[in-house]
């Protein structure tokens, strides 16, 4: 069972890569440091409302598009987990 904050930085980072964005670029843009959104986007860290208002707004989206996206990440994986 994976937990909220992995798919999360799942989410985060296939969102980075849709909008071609380096870990560096999006980092400045999020205002915070390369290695601790590598540590969110890879599950390792859980970010706070704050920190994920700074990425949601890089990412150009709301707190709330970014948790409905999480949310349809989530179903996609449970799904396919039930099919197995």
């Given at each position: 069972m994976r937990y909220l904050h992995e798919y999360l930085g799942e989410t985060i980072k296939r969102e980075r890569l849709s909008q071609n964005l380096g870990v560096r670029e999006f980092s400045e843009m999020a205002s915070i440091s390369a290695s601790y959104l590598s540590e969110v986007e890879?599950?390792?860290?859980?970010?706070s409302?704050?920190?994920?208002?700074?990425m949601s707004r890089g990412l150009g989206m709301n707190i709330r598009e970014l948790l409905l996206r999480t949310l349809t990440t989530m179903e996609v994986h449970e799904k396919h987990r039930a099919f197995r």
């Amino acid at each position: 069972m994976r937990y909220l904050h992995e798919y999360l930085g799942e989410t985060i980072k296939r969102e980075r890569l849709s909008q071609n964005l380096g870990v560096r670029e999006f980092s400045e843009m999020a205002s915070i440091s390369a290695s601790y959104l590598s540590e969110v986007e890879r599950g390792m860290k859980n970010p706070s409302g704050q920190l994920l208002d700074s990425m949601s707004r890089g990412l150009g989206m709301n707190i709330r598009e970014l948790l409905l996206r999480t949310l349809t990440t989530m179903e996609v994986h449970e799904k396919h987990r039930a099919f197995r």
